[in-house]
């Protein structure tokens, strides 16, 4: 199971600090995940530019120019955020009963562990 997901809000917890331009400390929400490559696309973290050559499309219409986006961050770089406390905190799974049409099952649930100092 996953310990961060789409939809979760993360911190960065290493890199440069932002006074030196770097993005230690942000807190975002995570777009996408990349699995293959461990890495995570946080939402105002890490951003890049990218200088696009000009160039016409078929209609004529120009295409190209400076363009920004959020760059992948590797998965160890980032803590999931305690929604009670919103420092950083580490990911617990435990294992629950649930009851659903009178079937039971076993499921395994994520939870934030009790945050103390910042990560």
């Given at each position: 199971?996953?310990k961060i997901k789409k939809g979760d809000l993360?911190?960065?917890?290493?890199?440069?600090?932002?006074?030196?331009?770097?993005?230690?400390?942000?807190?975002?929400?995570?777009?996408?995940?990349?699995?293959?490559?461990?890495?995570?696309?946080?939402?105002?973290?890490?951003?890049?530019?990218?200088?696009?050559?000009?160039?016409?499309?078929?209609?004529?219409?120009?295409?190209?120019?400076?363009?920004?986006?959020?760059?992948?961050?590797?998965?160890?770089n980032v803590a999931l955020v305690d929604p009670?406390?919103?420092?950083?905190?580490?990911?617990?799974?435990?294992?629950?009963?649930?009851?659903?049409?009178?079937?039971k099952r076993t499921v395994r649930v994520r939870?934030?562990?009790?945050?103390?100092?910042?990560?």
């Amino acid at each position: 199971m996953a310990k961060i997901k789409k939809g979760d809000l993360v911190q960065v917890i290493s890199g440069a600090k932002p006074e030196r331009g770097g993005d230690r400390g942000k807190q975002g929400k995570v777009l996408e995940v990349l699995t293959e490559q461990n890495r995570v696309i946080v939402e105002g973290v890490n951003y890049v530019t990218k200088h696009n050559r000009v160039g016409q499309s078929q209609r004529g219409t120009k295409t190209g120019g400076i363009e920004t986006f959020e760059a992948p961050i590797h998965i160890s770089n980032v803590a999931l955020v305690d929604p009670s406390t919103k420092k950083p905190t580490r990911v617990g799974h435990r294992v629950e009963e649930q009851v659903k049409d009178g079937v039971k099952r076993t499921v395994r649930v994520r939870f934030a562990k009790k945050s103390g100092k910042d990560l």
